[in-house]
Each structure stands twice: as structure tokens, then as C-alpha cells.
């Protein structure tokens, strides 16, 4: 039960003080489930982040609900995508009775002006570790560059990148299987042929022994 009630809180500070989505996140979700409470390892959160980025969904919401199954299985999940979720429901149903005074308030849009530049580094840390974290060699580099490149300038869609990204993977992947199996193949037969010489050398030297 105290476990729960770990998850539950953890994630309602994090879902309270998230600004700018679920990348300005990151950062304290690191430093809760990492750092403070130790439930997982650094390489782990990281590889985590690879999986949940991957998938369908809100990333804040996928990243609460990885952590707590993989703390506390479906009941953990449960607890971690309630504390996630909550404090956006409460704040968003506050907002929404008043959100024309709230929207013309001139002190409110001061205060989130100042918060975007907060937001940008919440954003931007956790991106860089990530990119030194993925371990890229520098034949991959201009990869990230590029697809940045098309959907800054070229305005191109997520969706198609990521659907290329897919089959581009694929493609590689099971050319890379051909290649091994290709490569066993020859290996194989080579092996047999050293066995067939070995064979014959054998019957050679057993024939002369028989001669003499």
C-alpha cells in the first residue's frame, strides 16, 4: 500500500508542475524515479524513454503508466496514470468556468510569458541528454539533423517520418539478416569442404599405408 501511495504522489507533484508537455517532463520524472526514489536505473529510464516515445498515446501519460507497471504491475499502472492525469483534469475544469477573464487577465499572460523560457530548457535538457545517451556514431548524425530539417523547414508531417523510419529499419534489419545467413551459408560450406579434403587426405595416407 505504501508503494502505491509513492507512485500516486510522485506522479501528482510531476502532473502539477509540468508545464509545456510531456518532454518538459522528463526531467522530473529523472529525478523522482531515478534519483530520489532509485525504482530504476539511469540506462533503464532511458531505454524507457525510447519505448514510450514510440508509441501511440500522450507520452506524459505512457511514461506514468510504464514506471508504474514496471514498479507495481497493472495496479501501479493505475495509481501512476490516475496521479499523471489529475492535476491537469482539476486545473483544466477550474480554468474552463472563468477561461475568458482567465485568458484576458493581463498578470496571468505575464506570468506564463515568463514560464516559456523555463519551459524551453525543461525541454531542451532532457533532449540532449537523450541524444548523448543514444550513443550515436557519427554516420548516423545527420539523420536527426535531417528529419529536424523537414519538419522545421519542409513543414513535413511526423507521421510520414515515422512510417519511413519503419519500413527504412525493416528493410535494413532484414538486410542485415540476409547478409549474416548469407555469410553462415558459405561459412558452412566451406567447412564441409575442409571436411571432404580431410576425408580424402585420410584415405590417401591409409591406401599408401596398405600399399607398402
Avoid at 550515436?136 to 519538419?151: C, G, Q, R
Wanted: with cysteine; glycine share 6%; aromatic share 12%.
Amino acid at each position: 500500500m505504501r508503494l502505491y501511495f509513492d507512485l500516486l504522489t510522485t506522479f501528482l507533484k510531476i502532473g502539477s508542475f509540468t508545464l509545456g508537455g510531456g518532454y518538459a517532463m522528463l526531467a522530473l520524472v529523472e529525478q523522482a524515479v531515478v534519483r530520489q526514489k532509485k525504482w530504476i536505473d539511469e540506462d533503464e529510464f532511458w531505454k524507457m524513454i525510447t519505448i514510450v516515445q514510440s508509441l501511440p498515446g500522450v507520452f506524459a501519460v505512457n511514461t506514468a503508466l510504464y514506471v508504474g507497471y514496471r514498479i507495481a504491475g497493472k495496479a501501479g499502472a493505475a495509481v501512476s496514470f490516475l496521479g499523471a492525469v489529475l492535476p491537469s483534469l482539476v486545473i483544466i475544469g477550474a480554468i474552463s468556468t472563468c477561461f475568458q477573464e482567465f485568458r484576458e487577465n493581463e498578470t496571468v499572460m505575464k506570468i506564463f510569458a515568463g514560464i516559456r523560457p523555463c519551459v524551453v530548457a525543461l525541454i531542451l535538457a532532457p533532449s540532449v541528454k537523450m541524444f548523448i545517451k543514444s550513443k550515436l556514431s557519427w554516420k548516423f548524425l545527420p539523420i536527426p539533423i535531417l528529419v529536424a530539417a523537414a519538419v522545421v523547414f519542409l513543414k513535413m508531417s511526423p507521421v510520414y517520418i515515422i512510417m519511413a523510419a519503419i519500413i527504412c529499419t525493416i528493410g535494413w534489419e532484414y538486410w542485415k539478416f540476409k547478409d549474416i545467413d548469407k555469410k553462415s551459408t558459405d561459412n558452412h560450406e566451406e567447412d564441409e569442404a575442409d571436411d571432404d579434403d580431410d576425408e580424402k587426405n585420410v584415405e590417401f595416407i591409409s591406401s599408401k599405408k596398405e600399399n607398402d
